[in-house]
Protein backbone atom coordinates (compact mmCIF):
# COMPACT_ATOMS: atom_id res chain seq x y z
CA UNK A 1 0.00 0.00 0.00
CA UNK A 2 1.66 3.74 -1.24
CA UNK A 3 0.53 6.33 1.12
CA UNK A 4 1.03 9.99 -0.52
CA UNK A 5 3.27 11.60 1.57
CA UNK A 6 2.61 15.18 3.21
CA UNK A 7 2.86 17.86 0.54
CA UNK A 8 2.02 15.48 -3.16
CA UNK A 9 -0.89 17.57 -3.35
CA UNK A 10 -0.75 21.44 -3.27
CA UNK A 11 -3.62 23.51 -3.34
CA UNK A 12 -1.96 27.95 -3.80
CA UNK A 13 -4.18 30.30 -3.38
CA UNK A 14 -3.13 34.26 -3.72
CA UNK A 15 -5.32 34.86 -1.05
CA UNK A 16 -7.41 33.18 1.43
CA UNK A 17 -9.29 33.33 4.71
CA UNK A 18 -7.23 30.99 6.08
CA UNK A 19 -6.01 27.37 5.01
CA UNK A 20 -7.37 25.91 8.13
CA UNK A 21 -10.79 26.66 7.48
CA UNK A 22 -10.35 25.66 3.84
CA UNK A 23 -9.57 22.81 4.56
CA UNK A 24 -11.81 22.06 7.26
CA UNK A 25 -15.01 22.93 5.18
CA UNK A 26 -13.79 20.72 2.08
CA UNK A 27 -11.64 18.04 3.99
CA UNK A 28 -13.71 15.25 2.59
CA UNK A 29 -12.83 15.63 -1.21
CA UNK A 30 -9.49 15.70 -0.40
CA UNK A 31 -6.97 12.92 -0.14
CA UNK A 32 -4.21 12.54 3.30
CA UNK A 33 -0.95 15.03 2.93
CA UNK A 34 -3.37 17.69 0.75
CA UNK A 35 -1.62 21.40 1.64
CA UNK A 36 -3.06 24.45 1.00
CA UNK A 37 -0.69 27.45 0.70
CA UNK A 38 -1.56 31.14 0.62
CA UNK A 39 0.69 34.25 0.65
CA UNK A 40 -1.86 36.06 2.39
CA UNK A 41 -4.41 35.35 4.97
CA UNK A 42 -7.35 37.62 5.81
CA UNK A 43 -8.68 35.52 8.30
CA UNK A 44 -5.84 33.47 9.80
CA UNK A 45 -6.03 33.27 13.46
CA UNK A 46 -4.26 31.32 16.68
CA UNK A 47 -5.88 30.92 19.59
CA UNK A 48 -9.29 31.64 21.09
CA UNK A 49 -9.89 33.44 17.36
CA UNK A 50 -7.10 35.69 17.64
CA UNK A 51 -6.05 37.04 13.94
CA UNK A 52 -2.81 35.73 12.91
CA UNK A 53 -1.23 38.43 10.75
CA UNK A 54 -0.37 37.69 7.61
CA UNK A 55 1.62 39.83 5.15
CA UNK A 56 4.89 38.38 3.17
CA UNK A 57 4.95 35.33 5.03
CA UNK A 58 4.73 31.31 4.82
CA UNK A 59 1.03 30.38 5.75
CA UNK A 60 0.03 26.94 5.14
CA UNK A 61 -2.02 24.23 6.36
CA UNK A 62 -1.57 20.18 6.11
CA UNK A 63 -4.50 17.89 6.23
CA UNK A 64 -3.98 14.55 7.92
CA UNK A 65 -6.45 11.68 7.38
CA UNK A 66 -5.04 8.75 8.99
CA UNK A 67 -5.86 6.94 12.26
CA UNK A 68 -4.30 9.00 14.59
CA UNK A 69 -5.82 8.37 18.48
CA UNK A 70 -7.30 11.07 20.20
CA UNK A 71 -5.23 11.10 23.04
CA UNK A 72 -2.44 11.31 20.49
CA UNK A 73 -3.19 14.33 18.53
CA UNK A 74 -1.87 16.76 20.84
CA UNK A 75 1.54 15.36 20.25
CA UNK A 76 1.62 16.09 16.89
CA UNK A 77 1.57 20.13 17.95
CA UNK A 78 5.18 19.45 19.41
CA UNK A 79 6.04 17.12 16.21
CA UNK A 80 5.48 19.98 13.88
CA UNK A 81 7.32 22.65 16.20
CA UNK A 82 10.42 20.04 16.14
CA UNK A 83 10.02 20.58 12.01
CA UNK A 84 9.95 24.48 12.35
CA UNK A 85 12.68 24.87 14.34
CA UNK A 86 14.46 22.67 12.57
CA UNK A 87 14.08 24.50 9.09
CA UNK A 88 14.34 28.26 11.18
CA UNK A 89 17.75 27.10 13.23
CA UNK A 90 19.91 27.61 9.97
CA UNK A 91 18.87 30.71 9.54
CA UNK A 92 18.80 32.69 12.57
CA UNK A 93 20.13 31.95 16.27
CA UNK A 94 18.34 32.48 19.97
CA UNK A 95 15.87 30.51 18.71
CA UNK A 96 13.80 28.53 20.81
CA UNK A 97 10.31 26.11 21.66
CA UNK A 98 8.04 27.53 23.89
CA UNK A 99 6.26 24.70 24.61
CA UNK A 100 4.30 23.36 23.22
CA UNK A 101 4.46 24.66 20.01
CA UNK A 102 4.97 28.41 19.31
CA UNK A 103 8.79 29.37 17.89
CA UNK A 104 10.34 32.15 19.11
CA UNK A 105 13.99 34.57 18.46
CA UNK A 106 14.78 35.53 21.88
CA UNK A 107 11.22 36.42 23.25
CA UNK A 108 9.09 37.45 20.40
CA UNK A 109 7.15 35.16 18.14
CA UNK A 110 8.45 33.86 14.79
CA UNK A 111 6.53 30.87 14.11
CA UNK A 112 2.92 29.58 15.47
CA UNK A 113 0.70 26.35 14.80
CA UNK A 114 -2.57 25.69 15.18
CA UNK A 115 -3.67 22.28 15.39
CA UNK A 116 -7.74 21.67 14.26
CA UNK A 117 -9.15 18.35 14.57
CA UNK A 118 -13.10 17.13 13.33
CA UNK A 119 -14.34 14.57 15.65
CA UNK A 120 -17.29 11.92 15.42
CA UNK A 121 -18.01 10.16 18.21
CA UNK A 122 -14.37 9.81 19.63
CA UNK A 123 -12.97 9.33 16.31
CA UNK A 124 -10.86 11.53 14.73
CA UNK A 125 -12.26 11.91 11.09
CA UNK A 126 -9.12 14.58 10.06
CA UNK A 127 -6.59 16.92 11.39
CA UNK A 128 -5.49 19.99 10.06
CA UNK A 129 -2.11 21.38 11.10
CA UNK A 130 -1.80 25.09 10.46
CA UNK A 131 1.60 26.81 10.41
CA UNK A 132 2.53 30.48 10.24
CA UNK A 133 6.30 31.50 9.49
CA UNK A 134 7.09 34.99 9.58
CA UNK A 135 9.25 35.22 6.75
CA UNK A 136 9.59 38.83 5.07
CA UNK A 137 6.84 41.41 7.06
CA UNK A 138 8.49 44.41 8.50
CA UNK A 139 5.82 45.97 9.64
CA UNK A 140 3.38 44.77 11.96
CA UNK A 141 0.37 46.40 13.78
CA UNK A 142 1.51 48.50 16.68
CA UNK A 143 -0.13 45.75 19.52
CA UNK A 144 2.13 43.10 17.88
CA UNK A 145 5.38 45.07 17.24
CA UNK A 146 6.42 43.77 20.66
CA UNK A 147 5.19 40.31 20.15
CA UNK A 148 6.56 39.48 16.42
CA UNK A 149 9.66 39.19 14.28
CA UNK A 150 10.16 37.92 11.02
CA UNK A 151 13.40 35.86 9.46
CA UNK A 152 13.97 39.44 7.84
CA UNK A 153 13.47 41.52 10.85
CA UNK A 154 15.79 39.45 12.69
CA UNK A 155 18.54 38.77 9.92
CA UNK A 156 17.97 41.76 7.96
CA UNK A 157 18.10 39.20 4.25
CA UNK A 158 15.03 38.89 2.50
CA UNK A 159 13.90 35.28 1.73
CA UNK A 160 12.72 32.91 -0.53
CA UNK A 161 9.35 31.98 0.36
CA UNK A 162 9.21 29.08 -1.91
CA UNK A 163 12.36 27.24 -0.79
CA UNK A 164 11.68 27.67 2.60
CA UNK A 165 7.96 25.97 1.95
CA UNK A 166 10.03 22.81 0.18
CA UNK A 167 12.06 22.09 3.59
CA UNK A 168 9.53 23.06 5.99
CA UNK A 169 7.66 19.92 3.62
CA UNK A 170 11.00 17.66 3.78
CA UNK A 171 11.22 18.73 7.53
CA UNK A 172 7.38 17.75 8.11
CA UNK A 173 7.38 14.69 6.45
CA UNK A 174 10.80 13.71 8.34
CA UNK A 175 8.93 14.28 11.50
CA UNK A 176 5.85 13.03 10.91
CA UNK A 177 7.41 9.65 9.91
CA UNK A 178 9.11 9.42 13.26
CA UNK A 179 6.13 10.42 15.13
CA UNK A 180 4.67 7.19 13.53
CA UNK A 181 7.16 5.23 14.10
CA UNK A 182 7.03 6.07 17.76
CA UNK A 183 10.43 7.83 17.66
CA UNK A 184 10.13 10.84 20.22
CA UNK A 185 12.99 12.52 18.77
CA UNK A 186 10.68 15.45 18.63
CA UNK A 187 10.21 15.32 21.75
CA UNK A 188 14.09 15.60 22.99
CA UNK A 189 14.53 18.86 20.06
CA UNK A 190 11.57 20.91 22.23
CA UNK A 191 13.53 20.03 25.27
CA UNK A 192 16.85 21.08 24.08
CA UNK A 193 15.83 24.27 22.67
CA UNK A 194 13.21 25.04 25.13
CA UNK A 195 12.90 28.36 26.60
CA UNK A 196 10.88 27.35 29.31
CA UNK A 197 12.95 24.80 31.33
CA UNK A 198 13.97 26.96 34.66
CA UNK A 199 11.84 29.51 34.17
CA UNK A 200 8.84 30.40 36.47
CA UNK A 201 5.29 30.15 34.48
CA UNK A 202 1.86 30.73 35.39
CA UNK A 203 -0.56 28.58 34.15
CA UNK A 204 -4.09 27.27 34.12
CA UNK A 205 -5.22 23.79 34.56
CA UNK A 206 -8.75 25.21 33.39
CA UNK A 207 -9.82 25.15 37.04
CA UNK A 208 -7.63 27.52 38.36
CA UNK A 209 -4.61 29.77 37.66
CA UNK A 210 -1.50 28.45 39.39
CA UNK A 211 2.23 28.73 39.35
CA UNK A 212 5.29 26.77 38.96
CA UNK A 213 8.36 25.95 37.59
CA UNK A 214 9.12 24.00 34.64
CA UNK A 215 11.54 21.26 34.99
CA UNK A 216 11.54 19.36 32.03
CA UNK A 217 9.91 18.69 28.78
CA UNK A 218 9.30 14.67 28.33
CA UNK A 219 10.07 12.34 26.12
CA UNK A 220 6.41 11.61 25.58
CA UNK A 221 5.53 15.83 24.67
CA UNK A 222 4.07 16.62 28.28
CA UNK A 223 5.70 19.32 30.63
CA UNK A 224 7.15 18.79 34.27
CA UNK A 225 6.35 21.57 36.39
CA UNK A 226 7.22 21.97 40.03
CA UNK A 227 4.92 23.60 42.57
CA UNK A 228 5.86 24.36 45.86
CA UNK A 229 8.54 21.41 45.61
CA UNK A 230 5.70 18.79 43.97
CA UNK A 231 6.22 17.56 40.19
CA UNK A 232 3.45 17.05 38.42
CA UNK A 233 3.50 16.28 34.42
CA UNK A 234 0.53 17.82 32.22
CA UNK A 235 -0.09 17.08 28.71
CA UNK A 236 -0.77 19.21 25.77
CA UNK A 237 -4.39 19.93 25.76
CA UNK A 238 -4.40 19.74 30.21
CA UNK A 239 -3.09 23.05 30.70
CA UNK A 240 -2.97 26.95 29.19
CA UNK A 241 0.40 28.94 29.76
CA UNK A 242 -0.63 32.38 30.20
CA UNK A 243 -0.34 35.25 28.07
CA UNK A 244 2.08 37.09 30.96
CA UNK A 245 3.92 33.41 31.44
CA UNK A 246 7.07 35.02 31.59
CA UNK A 247 9.36 35.48 34.92
CA UNK A 248 12.77 34.76 34.88
CA UNK A 249 13.72 31.70 36.71
CA UNK A 250 15.47 32.73 40.47
CA UNK A 251 18.54 31.81 40.65
CA UNK B 1 4.47 -4.44 8.96
CA UNK B 2 7.15 -1.72 8.37
CA UNK B 3 7.04 1.68 6.90
CA UNK B 4 9.44 2.90 4.89
CA UNK B 5 10.01 6.02 3.01
CA UNK B 6 11.08 5.83 -0.83
CA UNK B 7 11.91 8.76 -2.89
CA UNK B 8 10.99 8.57 -6.72
CA UNK B 9 11.69 11.61 -8.29
CA UNK B 10 12.20 13.62 -6.31
CA UNK B 11 8.69 13.41 -4.35
CA UNK B 12 8.39 10.79 -1.03
CA UNK B 13 6.51 8.09 -0.43
CA UNK B 14 5.96 6.17 2.48
CA UNK B 15 5.27 2.28 1.65
CA UNK B 16 4.24 -0.22 4.09
CA UNK B 17 5.31 -3.50 3.89
CA UNK B 18 3.20 -6.47 5.85
CA UNK B 19 4.73 -10.07 6.30
CA UNK B 20 2.30 -12.27 5.47
CA UNK B 21 3.65 -14.05 8.82
CA UNK B 22 2.18 -11.01 10.66
CA UNK B 23 -1.12 -10.68 12.09
CA UNK B 24 -3.16 -10.17 9.04
CA UNK B 25 -6.60 -8.33 10.00
CA UNK B 26 -4.68 -5.01 10.87
CA UNK B 27 -4.97 -2.39 8.39
CA UNK B 28 -4.06 1.09 8.08
CA UNK B 29 -7.46 2.36 9.01
CA UNK B 30 -9.16 1.13 12.42
CA UNK B 31 -12.55 -0.83 11.99
CA UNK B 32 -15.43 1.26 12.14
CA UNK B 33 -16.91 1.57 15.64
CA UNK B 34 -19.85 0.35 16.52
CA UNK B 35 -21.39 3.58 17.18
CA UNK B 36 -20.56 5.00 13.53
CA UNK B 37 -23.05 1.95 12.55
CA UNK B 38 -26.18 2.87 14.46
CA UNK B 39 -29.12 5.08 13.10
CA UNK B 40 -29.83 7.64 15.88
CA UNK B 41 -33.54 7.26 14.87
CA UNK B 42 -35.16 8.09 18.04
CA UNK B 43 -32.51 7.13 20.09
CA UNK B 44 -31.30 9.85 22.36
CA UNK B 45 -27.99 10.00 21.57
CA UNK B 46 -25.52 12.38 23.71
CA UNK B 47 -22.33 13.76 22.91
CA UNK B 48 -19.92 13.72 25.34
CA UNK B 49 -16.20 16.01 25.35
CA UNK B 50 -13.46 13.48 23.64
CA UNK B 51 -10.82 15.26 26.17
CA UNK B 52 -10.49 18.43 28.25
CA UNK B 53 -10.58 22.15 27.37
CA UNK B 54 -12.63 24.90 26.94
CA UNK B 55 -15.96 25.54 24.82
CA UNK B 56 -15.28 28.04 22.10
CA UNK B 57 -17.88 27.90 20.28
CA UNK B 58 -21.51 26.17 19.98
CA UNK B 59 -23.31 26.07 16.97
CA UNK B 60 -26.27 23.96 17.30
CA UNK B 61 -29.65 24.93 19.70
CA UNK B 62 -32.08 23.04 21.35
CA UNK B 63 -34.91 22.34 18.20
CA UNK B 64 -32.21 22.78 15.61
CA UNK B 65 -32.17 20.13 13.44
CA UNK B 66 -28.90 18.28 12.63
CA UNK B 67 -27.28 16.18 9.78
CA UNK B 68 -24.40 14.11 9.88
CA UNK B 69 -21.03 16.12 10.04
CA UNK B 70 -22.72 19.18 11.22
CA UNK B 71 -20.00 21.45 13.69
CA UNK B 72 -21.58 21.81 16.74
CA UNK B 73 -19.17 22.52 19.73
CA UNK B 74 -15.77 23.31 19.12
CA UNK B 75 -13.74 22.73 22.30
CA UNK B 76 -10.36 24.11 22.46
CA UNK B 77 -7.65 22.45 23.99
CA UNK B 78 -4.14 24.60 24.07
CA UNK B 79 -4.35 25.51 20.21
CA UNK B 80 -5.86 22.04 19.38
CA UNK B 81 -9.71 23.44 18.08
CA UNK B 82 -11.78 20.21 17.94
CA UNK B 83 -14.55 20.35 16.02
CA UNK B 84 -17.07 17.74 17.62
CA UNK B 85 -20.01 17.36 14.53
CA UNK B 86 -22.88 15.62 14.93
CA UNK B 87 -22.71 11.32 14.29
CA UNK B 88 -26.49 11.45 12.18
CA UNK B 89 -28.75 13.53 11.45
CA UNK B 90 -30.87 14.33 14.41
CA UNK B 91 -32.64 17.49 16.43
CA UNK B 92 -31.13 18.85 19.12
CA UNK B 93 -32.52 17.98 22.59
CA UNK B 94 -30.52 20.03 25.13
CA UNK B 95 -27.13 21.77 25.15
CA UNK B 96 -25.72 21.27 28.60
CA UNK B 97 -22.35 23.45 28.70
CA UNK B 98 -21.79 27.30 27.47
CA UNK B 99 -19.12 29.18 25.73
CA UNK B 100 -16.47 29.87 28.19
CA UNK B 101 -16.80 26.40 30.17
CA UNK B 102 -14.16 24.14 31.25
CA UNK B 103 -14.90 20.61 30.30
CA UNK B 104 -12.95 17.14 31.30
CA UNK B 105 -12.89 14.18 29.26
CA UNK B 106 -16.29 12.33 29.22
CA UNK B 107 -18.42 15.42 30.01
CA UNK B 108 -21.61 15.42 28.37
CA UNK B 109 -22.09 18.07 25.68
CA UNK B 110 -25.56 17.94 24.15
CA UNK B 111 -28.41 15.71 23.39
CA UNK B 112 -29.34 14.80 20.29
CA UNK B 113 -32.93 12.81 19.52
Known sequence: MIMKALGSNVINFDTLS?????????????????????????????????????????????????????????????????????????????????????????????????????IEENRLLCLIIGIG????????????????????????????????????????????????????????VCAENSCLIGRDIVFNDNITVRRGRVIDIRENGNILIDENGISKEYNYGEISLSDFYYGKAED | MKIYRVKVNGKTYEVEIESVLETPNRTEHAPLKQTEQKSLGSVVNTLKAPMQGTIVDIKAQPGDAVKRGDILIVLEAMKLENNIVAPGPGVIKEVFVSKGDAVISGQPLLSID
Open chain 1, 18 to 118: STNAYLRDNYQQFAHGTVARTHSQTNGKGRFNRTWFAGEDLLVSVLIKENIKLSEISRLGLVCAAAVFDVLKKYVTALFIKWPNDILVNDKKIAGILLESI
Open chain 1, 133 to 188: INVNTINYPPELTKKSVSLRLATGKIYAIDALYEELIEKLNDYYFDFKIDNNYYAR
